[in-house]
């Protein structure tokens, strides 16, 4: 599977955007796909998850409230719409996907780049 994630750009804190990643090579079906970031200087850090099945979703309290992960399964796609970015947001973000079930996730994306300007 390749993902490819997109969406990342600089806004300033208040702002809000909507990050993409496309899987390709295989039609999702029986996966869990997340988001993750790693801000500068920090270890990687979970956002949020979605089972492709189900639908359901799963935050990590930093980002519940202001982040919501969704899918689109034509488009072989997730998103996460990022509402009040805060400057402590900035990070490159990544997109992973595991299969249901498994713990580690096997592949991942190269990350969009999300800047927040205070």
């Known amino acids: 599977v390749q993902l490819q994630a997109s969406g990342g750009g600089l806004v300033q804190a208040g702002a809000s955007l909507r990050l993409s990643c496309a899987a390709s090579?295989?039609?999702?079906?029986?996966?869990?796909m997340g988001w993750f970031r790693r801000a500068p200087g920090k270890e990687l850090e979970f956002l949020a998850h979605?089972?492709?099945?189900?639908?359901?979703?799963a935050y990590a309290d930093s980002v519940e409230g202001r982040f919501t992960i969704s899918r689109d399964y034509a488009k072989n796609t997730i998103y996460l719409q990022m509402n009040s970015l805060k400057p402590e947001d900035t990070a490159n973000y990544l997109c992973?996907?595991?299969?249901?079930?498994?713990?580690?996730?096997?592949?991942w994306g190269q990350g969009t780049e999300v800047t927040v300007s205070s």
């Open positions: 992973a996907v595991r299969r249901i079930g498994v713990i580690r996730y096997d592949y």
């Open positions: 090579g295989r039609t999702l079906s029986s996966d869990v």
């Open positions: 979605i089972n492709w099945v189900t639908g359901n979703t």
